[in-house]
């Protein structure tokens, strides 16, 4: 299996994993920040995201998946594993690597 191969089954390469994207909310404080949430295949590890929105006008794409290095995971809580593991595959089933929403 090509390295490539290995980050696009959201496995560990050269210490990067591909995440997908599994959750997309609103900030509680601020209304003007988007928080994207990537996780792992296994959903155990994740990758947080905010982003500011400029107005509710903003059509910036959100990328469905990226590689990020391992050691900027986070652990995800144990209550949120399945959740995150189904939606990172459903998700991996349904785009391309590259694709954005």
């Known amino acids: 299996m090509s390295a490539d ?3 696009d089954a959201g496995t560990e390469s050269d210490e990067q994993t591909r995440v997908w994207l599994v959750e997309r909310t609103y ?3 601020e209304l003007n920040i988007v ?3 990537y996780a792992d ?3 155990e590890r994740y990758f947080r ?3 500011a929105l400029t107005s509710f006008a903003d059509e910036r794409e959100t990328p469905v998946s990226v590689v990020v290095p391992t050691d900027e ?3 995800t809580d144990p209550e949120d594993h399945e ?3 189904t939606e990172a595959a459903r998700m ?3 785009h391309d690597p590259d694709d954005t929403i």
């Open 92 to 94: 991996a089933d349904v």
């Open 83 to 85: 959740r995150y593991a």
């Open 5 to 7: 191969a290995t980050e």
């Open 27 to 29: 900030g509680d404080d």
């Open 49 to 51: 995201k905010e982003r």
């Open 73 to 75: 995971l986070g652990e």
């Open 35 to 37: 928080i994207l949430v």
């Open 41 to 43: 295949a296994t959903g």
